[in-house]
């Protein structure tokens, strides 16, 4: 049996950048469509979307930047806290 040092025993995901890899490629077609519709339309809209997607998914120890704010929403707004007093 093998074991590998990097990365993770080779269980890790693939990174590139700051974005996972499935996330890169989507950013990428993204980004070209809005490149294409604004040079021919004049439209900005999808590259604002494309914009705010990649600023969501960035990943930092297995955390996207959407993930946080999950949690931070679901923490401060949504779920019951406890209070015990004693």
């Known amino acids: 049996m093998k074991q590998y040092l990097y990365p993770k025993n080779l269980k890790a995901k693939a990174n590139l ?3 996972g ?3 890169f490629i989507i950013l990428c077609v ?3 469509i809005a490149i294409v519709l ?3 339309l004049g439209i900005m809209l999808p590259a604002a979307i ?3 997607f990649a600023v969501l998914t960035i ?3 297995e955390m996207t930047v959407l993930d946080f704010i999950k949690y ?3 923490y ?11």
């Open 21 to 23: 890899l499935k996330d």
């Open 50 to 52: 494309t914009l705010c």
């Open 59 to 61: 990943r930092k120890d």
């Open 17 to 19: 950048w700051l974005w």
């Open 72 to 74: 931070a929403v679901r």
């Open 76 to 86: 401060f707004i949504s779920e019951q806290q406890e209070y015990k007093w004693r």
């Open 30 to 32: 993204m980004a070209l």
């Open 38 to 40: 604004l040079v021919k």
